[in-house]
């Protein structure tokens, strides 16, 4: 019986912050950090002030909860690199997913790159470490491949940084890619003609001939 009631109380936790986390993101993206009020996060989420203080006591709360999201999708694309997986198929998978995430996650994925570029002075050590922990767990797998004699020998850790590069780079520089593209603004079928090029690319420098 108590599950029963603590249920509806946790859904609308959850949907209060998204809502947050959302319009967060939206006045975050556009105003900077320090150009930012709680005020206009709790206007822009549609609820009172004192809910969002309810869940997050300050600005910088609502912040590092952005970037810990945006680390979660990242870490949600890189569920394709596994041992058990043929490389081919899995840098598909990783590459497209990644390209999805920034193509839905536009504000957001900005967001976190003006971050860093302002020198990353939110991105919690913990944060930090994190990206090290998952890195080098899927750089064991490439290790594990190259090992195998499934890929090439590589150096795995400028592979990702690569791979990183190339799937940001459409969301956070779209002006830039829709000029090289002849185009006033990127579509779907331009993500999608992105993923097959990065990744026919990457695995016919990787992948041994026959």
Do not use: C
């Amino acid at each position: 019986m108590p599950r029963e009631h603590n249920e509806p109380d946790e859904k609308i936790r959850e949907r209060n912050i998204r809502l947050i986390i959302k319009a967060g993101i939206e006045i975050f993206s556009r105003k900077g950090y320090d150009g930012t009020r709680i005020a206009e996060i709790a206007e822009a989420s549609g609820l009172p002030k004192a809910n969002v203080y309810y869940y997050f006591s300050s600005k910088e709360q609502i912040y590092t909860a952005i970037i810990a999201h945006l680390l979660d999708g990242w870490d949600n694309a890189l569920k394709f690199i596994t041992a058990d997986r043929e490389p081919a198929d899995a840098f598909r998978l990783y590459i497209r997913a990644k390209l999805d995430y920034t193509r839905k996650n536009i504000a957001e994925t900005r967001l976190f790159a003006s971050e860093i570029i302002q020198g990353a002075r939110f991105l919690k050590k913990k944060d930090r470490q994190h990206i090290r922990d998952v890195t080098d767990k899927h750089v064991a797998v490439i290790e594990g491949w190259i090992a195998e004699g499934k890929i090439l020998p590589v150096d795995p850790r400028h592979l990702f940084i690569m791979l990183w590069a190339s799937t940001q780079f459409y969301a956070e520089f779209e002006p830039i890619a829709a000029d090289g593209l002849k185009k006033s603004r990127l579509k779907v079928e331009d993500y999608e003609m992105a993923a097959q090029t990065i990744a026919e690319t990457v695995l016919r420098g990787v992948l041994p001939r026959e």
